[in-house]
């Protein structure tokens, strides 16, 4: 995957690599009945398509239903079923809720925009279901903290659409920052650049017949149907997304808090722009994390820092007191006193690879155990993206307590921890 890859190119190409390669049809193994994970997917768009995809890929997995509030997303996504497992009993649905309802399954995949994460992953749960999650985890702080009360009351398994994880980049860099080669981290830059598009004016027309566009909206604030407000482009309206900050945090902050668990947060200082046109979420929005021995520093540019131009519009930097560390999703570079460092094979692997992000899940599930991206570490990984929303909302520098997780003398930055659901959309 090319690293200047737009969010539609990440999406196309991970699913086709996601799981090294797509399997066909006649080179699955028999696994025996009694043996399958029966998966249903929820949310068929470009992203639920992917999950799909790799799921049909694992032979002890069999998708038994698929569900979209998109007539026109379901039956694509049915088509291509037909062509990936012929043969298959998958059933379609339009209310995930009568997926929620058989006994037959086991796990669903969710690949819905972020405003409904929560509460289908709550409803999942209780349900006796595990769940394999899109990023970010929740559209808010409070969806994360049901999401993980709720896992364990039901003792279920969740893993986060972080697959990016799961490559040996990832790991190796996460060894050698743990390793302790570059000393102390005392620094941690990272950024993604890119902007919104400008969709210009809203143009409202008539919901169309394929859509169930109340149910779309779900818990979300009501809105009359805007084709630019739905489909992928959600993400850049602020009822059901984050912008870009809130679609890529995940994707690159995931080796920095894996390799260092930052512990200790104590403020937040975001500065930001608003986009132009309808869209109302960040143009461009720079945070300042400050930990009681670390700081954390997200950009929408490029910092100035050796090796960071060749890594275009992505990548983390480790700074230590001896030496330095930049990545991106498939590279990493190392440099002791400034100087390159070729080979480091003198420092040891010590973290088990993974077998494929969506195969660790489904062994998660059959062995009972959490997986890699596991829910209580998605969400500490969550948790500082919406704090920094939170920061640019308020428009100033927030002090936070980590211990009782909520900010400081600030009643109006503790109020926007959660939004109040739609009352008739409320469903936990």
Known sequence: MKLNSTRRDFIRNTSIAGMGMLMLPGMLRKVAASDRLRIAHIGLGGMGNAHMKW???????????????????????MQT???????????????????????????????????????????????GKDMYGEKPLSYDVKGGEEMLKNLKRYDRIF????????????????ELVRSGILGKIHTVRLWKTGVPPDF???????????????????????????????????????????????????????????????????????????????????????????????????????????????????????????????CDYNTHEVRIGGELMPDLTHVPITIERSPGHQQNFVNAVKSRTQPESNLEYARKLTLPMHLGIISYKSGRKLEWNDRRERFVNDREANQLLSRENRKEWDLT
């Not at 659409?161 to 996460?174: E, K, L, P, S, W």
């Not at 200790?264 to 461009?284: A, C, D, F, P, Y």
């Not at 670390?294 to 490029?302: E, G, K």
């Not at 050796?306 to 030496?323: H, L, V, W």
């Open 55 to 77: 799921f049909a890929a694992i032979p002890e997995v069999e998708i038994v239903a698929l569900c979209d509030v998109d007539q026109l997303h379901l039956d694509s996504t």
């Open 200 to 326: 210009g004016p809203a143009a409202y027309l008539p919901v169309p017949k394929n859509l169930d566009w109340d149910m779309w909206l779900g818990p979300a604030p009501v809105s009359e149907y805007d084709p630019q407000r739905c489909h992928f482009n959600w993400r850049y309206f602020s009822d059901y997304g984050h912008g870009v900050f809130g679609d890529f945090w995940s994707h690159i902050a995931d080796v920095a808090y894996w390799a260092l668990q930052p512990q200790g947060l104590k403020s937040i200082h975001s500065r930001g722009e608003q986009n132009t046109g309808i869209s109302n979420v960040q143009r461009w929005i720079d945070v300042d994390y400050e930990y009681e021995d670390l700081n954390i520093y997200w950009t929408s540019t490029v910092p100035n820092v050796s090796g960071a131009a060749t890594r275009s519009n992505i990548g983390a930097y480790f700074e230590g007191d001896k030496g330095t560390l930049i």
């Open 81 to 127: 079923l037909n062509t990936l497992r012929p043969g298959h009993k998958a059933q379609a649905y339009k209310d995930f809720r009568h997926i929620l309802d058989r006994k037959d399954i086991d796990a669903i995949s969710c690949a819905t925009p972020d405003h409904w994460h929560s509460q289908v992953a709550t409803l999942a749960f209780k349900a």
């Open 159 to 174: 893993q986060l659409g972080t697959q990016i994880h799961a490559g040996d980049n990832y790991h190796r860099v996460v």
